[in-house]
């Protein structure tokens, strides 16, 4: 017990010292610019995520949020400016952007789970032929990453056989297995069916609360409130606001982020 | 109608003319199941090849599909039969020179079925394998072939069989398969509608039993 106490007391202690002494930046994009072909879609992007922050951006369709957070594990090539990871710049020739991929956990809006493997293969792929860890190895940690999201019942399942919910639940626990230092989340819930939401979120608030630096492209606003440090909202490419959620919501200054509000949480 | 033609000439008709044991250079199955092999082999480079970033692997692929469909079979033959035995200064023996006719004309075909098979594989599938860091190799290894052989199986299978059947042209540069043998027993014993007939139900036993067996294996790979 009184061990258990000693490690709660030394870990707020690391906890204060890092948020006090040294604040560090994991992401940081400046001036980034991207279009495809003649579409401007983001606009001199200048932003920094630091460890552990929990970051919701939001706006409506074709702001430019989700290729946002496509850019920073480079699914999207970016035209001008730079973007950091822990760091490293992505548009560094020698950068070994594979390993970099690891540190950087992916969930995507559609699951994009393999069908052809299990639940519990599609966890075990990546840490067996990226890490090189044995099958036996990869399977134990499997089965925890799918015991933490609930879905330990469901390990010899295949994709099909399973709901969108509980899809995304092993695709977060897919890209948990590469023990990211990053989560990026692009609607996770977009294409859920409306009770199966809360059971996604979920996974996504302990993952918050056990200090995962999350960036999340989301239009649950009510996890933005509970979860987020910091609400970003984009429209037109541009980033136009970037705010505690207590201000977000409640004093938003830009008349674009108040319209946006006004229409999403009227109803 | 007298079906003891068939009895009589049976193990000529199945051993020297399907199988390809005998005097003669032969067997349809001894050029169909290799063609079949090394086609495909050939096909997947060729597929990939259409899909490859780089032009100078791309425009020779796409030059090769665009040639080799737009000639007729027969013609390849012949030139493998007639012009590269020229080019090289020896002469190649009649399996040979049927062999690479098939594998090169059929790897044409393939090469654009699997070019199809891997464009159904959805972008997504490659997208969640590279975030997780797997390499170019890694996905198409073990996310997009996988997926895309499955999506392939009726169009494959249904150029096997166009293909099982076209062996029967290695007949005109002397190739004795199961077509060019019932050929033979007719020229001595003027049978050709027991023979033929006989013959057609072999082809047809054979085709029949790769598309069931195809839509077995289309079965056992679909977790829907």
């Known amino acids: 017990m009184q061990n258990a106490i000693d490690h709660i007391v030394c870990g707020a202690a690391i906890c204060k010292f890092y948020t006090d002494e040294t604040l560090f930046t994991v992401i940081e994009f400046q001036h980034v610019n991207k279009w495809y072909g003649s579409l401007h879609v983001l606009r001199d992007i200048q ?46 020739p020698r950068l070994d ?124 606003m009510g996890f933005a409130r509970q979860v987020a440090h910091r609400v970003i909202f984009m429209d037109e490419g541009q980033l136009i606001e970037q705010e505690s959620p207590e201000t977000f919501f409640k004093a938003p200054k830009s008349p674009r982020t108040k319209l946006f509000l006004s229409k999403i949480l009227s109803h | 109608m007298d079906f003891s033609v068939i009895a009589n000439n049976f193990s000529f008709l199945i051993s020297q003319g399907l199988l390809g044991f005998g005097k003669f250079t032969g067997g349809t199955l001894r050029l169909a199941i290799p063609a079949i092999i090394l086609g495909f082999i050939l096909g997947i480079f060729i597929g990939l090849g259409r899909l490859a970033r780089s032009g100078w692997v791309r425009v020779p692929a796409t030059a090769y599909v665009e040639f080799f469909r737009g000639v007729p079979l027969v013609m390849v033959i012949f030139w493998f039969w007639f012009v590269i035995p020229v080019l090289l200064g020896v002469p190649l023996p009649e399996y040979t020179v049927a062999l690479a006719a098939f594998v090169v004309f059929e790897a044409a075909y393939l090469g654009e079925i699997i070019r199809a098979g891997i464009q159904s594989v959805p972008r997504g ?100």
């Open chain 1, 97 to 220: 952007l594979r390993a970099l991929r690891t540190e950087i956990g992916f969930v995507f809006q559609q699951f994009n789970l393999y069908p052809h493997m299990t639940a519990l293969h599609n966890i075990t792929l990546a840490p067996m032929k990226v890490k090189g860890l044995a099958r036996a190895e990869a399977e134990k940690f499997a089965l925890a990453l799918l015991e933490r999201v609930g879905m330990q019942d469901k390990a010899g399942a295949y994709p099909a056989n399973l709901s969108g919910g509980q899809q995304q639940r092993v695709a977060i626990a897919r890209a948990l297995a590469m023990q990211p230092k990053i989560m990026l989340f692009d609607e996770p819930t977009s294409a859920l069916d409306p009770e199966m939401i809360n059971e996604v979120l979920e996974v996504m608030t302990n993952l918050a609360k056990e200090g995962m630096t999350m960036a999340v492209v989301t239009h649950e």
């Open chain 2, 125 to 224: 599938q490659v997208e969640a394998a590279t975030a997780t860091g797997l390499t170019s190799v890694q996905t198409m290894r073990h996310i997009i072939l996988p997926q895309a052989l499955k999506n392939m199986i009726p169009a494959l299978v249904t150029q096997f069989i166009v293909l099982f059947k076209d062996t029967s042209l290695a007949s005109i540069i002397g190739y004795v398969d199961l077509t060019k043998a019932a050929q033979i027993v007719n020229n001595r014993e003027i049978r050709p509608f027991e023979l033929y007939l006989f013959i057609a139900m072999v082809y047809w036993l054979c085709t029949y039993g790769m598309s069931r067996y195809a839509r077995y294996l289309e079965r056992r790979l679909s977790h829907a």
């Open chain 1, 47 to 92: 932003l920094k995520i630091e460890r552990g922050e929990v970051v919701v951006v939001c706006g409506p369709s074709g702001s430019g949020k989700s290729t946002l957070i496509r850019c920073i594990n480079r699914l999207e090539p970016i035209q001008s400016g730079e973007i950091l990871v822990d760091g490293r710049q992505l548009s560094d």
